[in-house]
């Protein structure tokens, strides 16, 4: 009887294992990294953004 219900719990694992693929590489490139990320600094994107436009117009 125990094996009957193994088919339902497999597929309804094989269902969420995508999930939990994805999770678990979310977790592992968080702890790779040193946890500390580069805080966002709008003056530098409009820099960036700035130095691109010229690089457009002056083609």
Same mark, same amino acid.
């Not at 968080?30 to 010229?54: M, T």
């Given at each position: 009887? @125990? #094996?009957?219900? @193994?088919?339902?719990? *497999?597929?309804?694992?094989?269902? *969420?294992? +995508? =999930?939990? #693929?994805? =999770?678990?590489? #979310?977790?592992?490139?968080?702890?790779?990294?040193?946890? /500390? &990320? /580069? +805080?966002?600094? +709008?003056? &530098?994107?409009? /820099?960036?953004?700035?130095?691109? #436009?010229?690089?457009?117009?002056?083609?």
């Amino acid at each position: 009887m @125990v #094996l009957a219900h @193994v088919g339902h719990w *497999f597929w309804q694992l094989a269902m *969420f294992a +995508p =999930v939990m #693929l994805i =999770v678990a590489g #979310l977790l592992i490139a968080r702890l790779r990294g040193d946890g /500390e &990320a /580069e +805080p966002w600094d +709008p003056q &530098a994107e409009d /820099e960036r953004a700035e130095r691109e #436009l010229d690089e457009i117009l002056g083609s």
